[in-house]
T-cell receptor, first 112, second 115 residues
């Protein structure tokens, strides 16, 4: 059974800092991997989707990488802003393409 | 506006009283899914549907039912709710890319309390 782990569980940084969030998974036979953002009391918003054949995806200040062989993905946030404060979750899509397994998330606080 | 809607957003009920949480999407997505989110356990998949009349169990299906009679709707039914089903519930949808799911779009969530 796929297990997804996100470390650290919480992270606090000063505004402007570049940071990396980590996601690891136990079964490297995946279909895709997604990074989401969740604000308190709100639903999830998809940030980036990486297909299993891809190594990375970029959107604005965000860059997500995928290393299937080592079972790892990272989300890089450049020049962090207070508005980036949220919980970030990664989700791994299994090879059947029909089911997702989520990590518990990293709660990010960016201090002004 | 492309969106996934859920109703109700908040619900307090009592043990054993049947309830339905509705989910609707306006993006013509084939795939729809229900999750529950609990502290310390993260998001867990309850049921999913790859298309109309096609549903399958996720990781925690016990105590829940679903149906997919129309493409846009995917209601979650709790026939006899119990306190351990108190949770935050999310519906999600996506198109299918190849044999699997694409970017997931989530609803705003339904906070359910079962007394």
């Amino acid at each position: 059974k796929q297990e997804v782990t996100q470390i650290p569980a919480a992270l606090s940084v000063p505004e402007g800092e570049n940071l990396v969030l980590n996601c690891s998974f136990t079964d490297s036979a995946i279909y895709n991997l997604q990074w989401f953002r969740q604000d308190p009391g709100k639903g999830l918003t998809s940030l980036l989707l990486i297909q299993s054949s891809q190594r990375e995806q970029t959107s604005g200040r965000l860059n997500a990488s995928l290393d299937k062989s080592s079972g790892r993905s990272t989300l890089y946030i450049a020049a962090s802003q207070p508005g980036d404060s949220a919980t970030y979750l990664c989700a791994v899509g299994e090879t059947s393409g029909s089911r997702l397994t989520f990590g518990e998330g990293t709660q990010l606080t960016v201090n002004p | 506006e492309a969106q996934v809607t859920q109703n109700p957003r908040y619900l307090i009920t009592v043990t054993g009283k049947k309830l339905t949480v509705t989910c609707s999407q306006n993006m013509n997505h084939e795939y729809m899914s229900w999750y529950r989110q609990d502290p310390g356990l993260g998001l867990r998949q309850i049921y999913y549907s790859m298309n109309v009349e096609v549903t399958d169990k996720g990781d925690v299906p016990e105590g829940y039912k679903v149906s997919r009679k129309e493409k846009r709707n995917f209601p979650l039914i709790l026939e006899s709710p119990s306190p351990n089903q108190t949770s935050l519930y999310f519906c999600a949808s996506s198109s299918l890319a190849g044999r699997g799911t694409d970017t997931q779009y989530f609803g705003p969530g339904t906070r359910l309390t079962v007394l």
